[in-house]
């Protein structure tokens, strides 16, 4: 076994080499887990600077715009959802008593609304964007509306359904067209799409989607017979667009 001390870096290695290693040696640590995650770039190898330019991120971060639209629509999603888990637990047990074969539909919409919610709370947590300050009067004023409209009898509790879904419908419809435009400007521009744009994408259509739904129980149960229909459900849409203007201000 040989006890000769090891022979300095520098002593063999080029120079050029040796200022490589040195440099590799000292990269900060943000620095290197980049360079680990491209997989152009295996990290046991010496990484000159050019090498990392010849392969820029084609992912672009959002504009301040983008972003400030996203917090606000994010926002009023979430204010929407408790809105309407609170409509139907406000309606759901005035009306399975004197409708108790409306309970499962009343179960099955508040099951979605609570998925719906759990989401956009999710959402909001991830991202750090604050719920709107009016959550408090949202809580009262919904839960008034279901309780309210309950009261009235069957059909003016569908018709609450249909009105709320109306505009909520619209309102993402309206969110989802604004995504696949920033998805197209991106495919457009070479850019990638991160898969989180495109799971907001997805997640905001199938939700669309089972408002829609509700909004069809709605009107097979009646929601059109309520009196007085136009001004009931007028009042209500006119609530919903206020509601929302107001949640994506503040
Ligand atoms: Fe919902
Ligand atoms: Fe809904």
Known sequence: MSLAPPTPLKARLSPKAFQLAVRRHHTPLHHRRALVSSAASPATEPEPPSLEQAQPSRKKPLTPEQKKFLDAALRVNQAGELAATLIYTAQSPPLAK????????????YDQEAGHFKYFNEILAKHRIRPTVMYPLWHVAATGLGWATAVMGREAAMACTEAVETEIGGHYNGQVRV???????????????????????????????EE?????HAVEND????????????VIRAGCRGAIWV???V
């Open 98 to 109: 004197s409708h108790p074969h409306l309970r499962p539909l009343m179960k099955h919409m």
């Open 179 to 209: 995504l696949l435009r920033w998805v197209e400007d991106m495919e457009a521009k070479g850019e990638t799409v991160g898969e989180e744009l495109m799971g907001l994408v997805r997640e905001i259509r199938k939700i669309r989607d």
């Open 212 to 216: 829609l739904e509700h909004l069809d």
């Open 223 to 234: 929601a059109k017979m309520a009196q007085p229909y136009e001004i009931l459900t007028g």
């Open 247 to 249: 949640s994506e201000k």
